[in-house]
C-alpha cells in the first residue's frame, strides 16, 4: 500500500520524504485547501521547490484543492488547479463538483483524485465522480466499516485511499457545518473546523473550561490534561446526563488492521496533519514505514508504538470495526 | 413575476405511523402549501415502518393538487440502501430529492430536484447539476445572502430554494448519537430515536442549549427563522421556501409563512405567532450573514439600498 503523508511546511514535506513516504500531500496557503491555518502551506515558489526534491527523491506530490469553491470567487479555485497543474503536482485533490469539471475540461491529462471532503460513500457515487470527471482515486470518508470498503472495491475500477493516522471525523466530511454553527467558519467554505481564532479558555477555581465561540465544549478538572475544543469531541449534556456524545478525545491508529486494509483492496494510506510539526511527522510517517515494510516481507503482528501522540493517549480504528457506530 | 413556492420539507424525525399520517392528512387540506416532501432522509432503518403507506400518501397529496417529492437518504452506505435507491429512482411520474451524490448520477436525464444535502457552493457546480436534469436545487444551510445571490444569477430556467423556518441539519454521520446516548449500538438500537419528536436536546455542560440529536442526524437546537431576510430573499431570486416539520402546528406555521412571503404579515408577526405556539423557541438567522449559525441578526446590515 502506498504511504501518502502530509506536509503543512517545506520543512515537514523534507521530513515526510525521509522518513520514507511514498507521496506527499499539501495545499496552497489559502482557502482552496482544508488546512487553512495561520503559518501553514505553501506559496508557488514554495510547492515548486517541493516538487523538484520530492521528484529527486522518488516520492510523488498531491496537491489538495478540497473546499468548495465560493460563489462569485471560483477564479481563486481555478488558478490552484492551473498552477499546480503547471509545476507539475502528481495529482490534484479535489473535492466540488464544478472544480472537478474545471479541472477535466482544462487539464484532461491531469490525475484527479476525489477528496474525502466529497463524501463518497457507496459504489454509485464513486462511480458518478469516476464516470464524468475522470477521477481516478478516491479517498473514503471515514465513515466506512473494513467490510464495506472490502466490497466497495470489489464493485468499483477506481483506487481507494484510506485514513490511517491522525485525527478523527466523527461525521461525514464535506457535510458538516457544527463549526460554522458555533463559528460562523466551516471546513467546506473557509478549510477549517473549530478554527483557533474562536477558541477560549477560562480558568476557573478548580476547573478549566474550553469554548469555541459562544459554546462551552468542555470543562476540564484540575486533574484532567486540557484538550483543544474540536467541536464534536466536546463534552456535552444530554438526558441530565454528562459525557462525550458524539466521540471521546481519541486519535485513529490502522497500524492493528494493515493487513485486513490491504486484503480489503485498499492502494493508499493516508495519515492526517497538516497542521502538525516536522517532528510529529517523522515519527508517524517513520512507525509506518516500518509497519508497511515488515508486511512486505511476510511479518505479521504489527503494532504501533505511536500512543503518546495520539489525541487524549487514546487509539481507535474508528468506524472500520463496525462495533464503532 | 410567478407565486413564491412553499415547500413543506421531507419529516426528519422518528413519528410514529399515526403521527406521520395525520400531518399528511392535515398538509393535504391545506391550501398554503404548494409542494410536499416525502420519504425518509436521515436513517434507512426507519424505512419499513412508513413505506407501506406511501403509495396512499402520494396519491391523496397529488389528487389535492400539491406536488409531492420524494426526498432521498442523505448518507447512503452501502448496497442495500443503493438498490433502495434505485427502486425509488425507478418510480414513474414522481419528483425525486437526491440528496447524496449517487442519487444525481441515477437521477441523470429525468427531471428532479436537488436537496440541501448536495453541496451546491457555487455556479459552476449548479450549472452541472442543470444540465444533469435538475429542475430545483434547496441550498445547503451554511450559505451566506451573496453566495445565494450569486447563485440565483445562474439558475437559468431552474428554481431556488432555501429554508426558512426550523432546526438545521448540521452533520451526519455513520454513528447513530441517539442509540449511544441510550447506551446501545445502532445495530439493537431499539428505535430510541423516535423518543425525541423534535430531536433530543443537546446542552452545553453550562447549561445552554446548543444541538439536537435525531439518531445519525445533529441539528441546530435554535429553529432557523429568516422572516426578517424574505424580501432580500425573494429580490435575489430565491423563488420557493422551505419549511422544515416539528411538532407544533405546521398547518398554522405554513400559513404564517404563506402571508408572510405575501406580503400580507409581518416578520414582528410571524415570531409572536410562533412563539405563541410554543414559547421556548429560540430563533437564529445568521448563516445568511456570514455570521455563526447559532447567532440572530435582525437584518441585513452590510446590504445596499
Redo the contacts between chains.
Keep these: 500500500m502506498e504511504l501518502v503523508c502530509p506536509a503543512g511546511t517545506p520543512a515537514s514535506l523534507r521530513a515526510a520524504v525521509e522518513a520514507g513516504a511514498d507521496v506527499v500531500y499539501c495545499g496552497f496557503r489559502d482557502a482552496t485547501n482544508a488546512r487553512n491555518f495561520p503559518g501553514l502551506n505553501f506559496s508557488r515558489p514554495e510547492l515548486a521547490n517541493a516538487v523538484t526534491f520530492a521528484h529527486k527523491h522518488g516520492v510523488h506530490v498531491y496537491l489538495a484543492c478540497n473546499t468548495?469553491?465560493?460563489?462569485?470567487s471560483?477564479d481563486i479555485w481555478h488558478k490552484a488547479v492551473d498552477d499546480a497543474v503547471a509545476i507539475g503536482v502528481d495529482a490534484v485533490i479535489l473535492?466540488?463538483?464544478?472544480?472537478l469539471?474545471?479541472a477535466r475540461d482544462k487539464h484532461p491529462d491531469a490525475r484527479l483524485h476525489l477528496s474525502v471532503q466529497?463524501?463518497?460513500?457507496?459504489?454509485?457515487?464513486i462511480?458518478?465522480?469516476h464516470?464524468?470527471f475522470g477521477v481516478r482515486r478516491v479517498v473514503l470518508p471515514r465513515?466506512?466499516?473494513l467490510e464495506?470498503i472490502r466490497?466497495l472495491n470489489r464493485?468499483i475500477s477506481v483506487e481507494t485511499e484510506v485514513f490511517a493516522f491522525g485525527g478523527m471525523c466523527?461525521?461525514?466530511e464535506?457535510?458538516?457545518?457544527?463549526s460554522?454553527?458555533?463559528?460562523?467558519e466551516?471546513p467546506?467554505?473557509n478549510g477549517v473546523c473549530s478554527p483557533a481564532a474562536h477558541v477560549h479558555y477560562e480558568e476557573r477555581v478548580d476547573s478549566t473550561?474550553s469554548r469555541l465561540?459562544?459554546?462551552?465544549?468542555?470543562?476540564y478538572g484540575n486533574d484532567e490534561k486540557v484538550g483543544y475544543p474540536t467541536l464534536?469531541k466536546g463534552?456535552?449534556?444530554?438526558?441530565d446526563?454528562?459525557g462525550y456524545?458524539?466521540?471521546e478525545p481519541t486519535s485513529l491508529d490502522v497500524t492493528a488492521i494493515l493487513p485486513e486494509l490491504a486484503d480489503a483492496g485498499v492502494t493508499a494510506l493516508k495519515i492526517e496533519g497538516r497542521q502538525r510539526g516536522k517532528a510529529y511527522i517523522s515519527q508517524v510517517v517513520g512507525a509506518f514505514r516500518a509497519s508497511l515494510d515488515r508486511i512486505a516481507n511476510g511479518q505479521t503482528g504489527t503494532r504501533s508504538n505511536l500512543a503518546a501522540l495520539s489525541e487524549g493517549q487514546a487509539e481507535t480504528t474508528g468506524?472500520y470495526r463496525?462495533?464503532?457506530? | 413575476m410567478t407565486k413564491s413556492r412553499l415547500v413543506m420539507g421531507p419529516i426528519l424525525f422518528h413519528w410514529d405511523e399515526n403521527r406521520k399520517r395525520d400531518f399528511y392528512a392535515r398538509l393535504a387540506d391545506e391550501i398554503d402549501v404548494d409542494t410536499v416532501h416525502v420519504g425518509e432522509v436521515v436513517c434507512a432503518k426507519r424505512m419499513p415502518f412508513f413505506d407501506k403507506h406511501l403509495p396512499d400518501i402520494i396519491e391523496r397529496l397529488q389528487n389535492a393538487g400539491k406536488e409531492v417529492v420524494f426526498s432521498t437518504l442523505?448518507?447512503?452506505?452501502?448496497?442495500r440502501?443503493?438498490a433502495q435507491?434505485r427502486e425509488i429512482a425507478e418510480m414513474p411520474d414522481l419528483l425525486i430529492e437526491a440528496n447524496?451524490?449517487?442519487?444525481?448520477?441515477?437521477l441523470s436525464g429525468r427531471p428532479h430536484v436537488v436537496g440541501p444535502?448536495i453541496?451546491t457552493?457555487?455556479?459552476?457546480?449548479?450549472?452541472?447539476?442543470i444540465s444533469k436534469g435538475a429542475h430545483r436545487a434547496s441550498l445547503?444551510?451554511?450559505?451566506p445572502m451573496?453566495?445565494i445571490e450569486?447563485?440565483c444569477n445562474?439558475r437559468k430556467t431552474a428554481e431556488i430554494e432555501v429554508q426558512i423556518f426550523g432546526r438545521?441539519p448540521?452533520?451526519?454521520?455513520?454513528?447513530?448519537?441517539s442509540a449511544?446516548?441510550h447506551g446501545l449500538?445502532?445495530?439493537g438500537c431499539r428505535y430510541v430515536c423516535g423518543e425525541a419528536l423534535d430531536g433530543?436536546?443537546?446542552?452545553?455542560?453550562?447549561?445552554?442549549p446548543?444541538?439536537a440529536?435525531n439518531g445519525l442526524q445533529?441539528l441546530?437546537s435554535h429553529y432557523l427563522e429568516l422572516s426578517t431576510a424574505i424580501d432580500d430573499l425573494k429580490d435575489a431570486g430565491v423563488n420557493a421556501f422551505r419549511i422544515s416539520p416539528h411538532t407544533l402546528d405546521m398547518v398554522r406555521v405554513a400559513n404564517l409563512y404563506r402571508r408572510l412571503i405575501d406580503g400580507e404579515t409581518s416578520s414582528d408577526e410571524v415570531r409572536q405567532s410562533l412563539l405563541e405556539m410554543q414559547n421556548d423557541l429560540a430563533f437564529a438567522d445568521?448563516?445568511l450573514h456570514?455570521?455563526?449559525?447559532?447567532?440572530l441578526r435582525e437584518t441585513l446590515g452590510s446590504r445596499a439600498e
Design positions: 468548495y469553491p465560493k460563489a462569485g471560483e473535492a466540488d463538483i464544478g472544480l469539471r474545471y466529497a463524501s463518497a460513500s457507496n459504489e454509485e457515487a462511480r458518478f465522480y464516470r464524468e465513515v466506512l466499516s464495506e466490497m464493485r466523527v461525521m461525514a464535506g457535510r458538516c457545518s457544527l460554522s454553527y458555533a463559528t460562523g466551516s467546506n467554505m473550561v465561540g459562544n459554546f462551552t465544549i468542555n470543562v464534536c463534552r456535552f449534556r444530554a438526558m446526563k454528562a456524545l458524539f466521540e468506524a463496525r462495533s464503532w457506530q | 442523505a448518507l447512503v452506505m452501502n448496497e440502501e443503493i435507491l447524496d451524490i449517487s442519487s444525481i448520477g441515477l444535502y453541496n457552493y457555487n455556479e459552476s457546480t449548479l450549472d452541472y447539476l445547503p444551510w451554511e450559505l451573496s453566495s450569486a447563485l445562474a438545521v448540521l452533520a451526519i454521520s455513520a454513528r447513530c448519537y449511544r446516548a449500538h445502532k445495530d433530543m436536546d443537546i446542552e452545553t455542560l453550562d447549561h445552554t446548543f444541538l440529536v445533529t441546530s445568521a448563516f456570514s455570521l455563526p449559525g447559532a447567532d
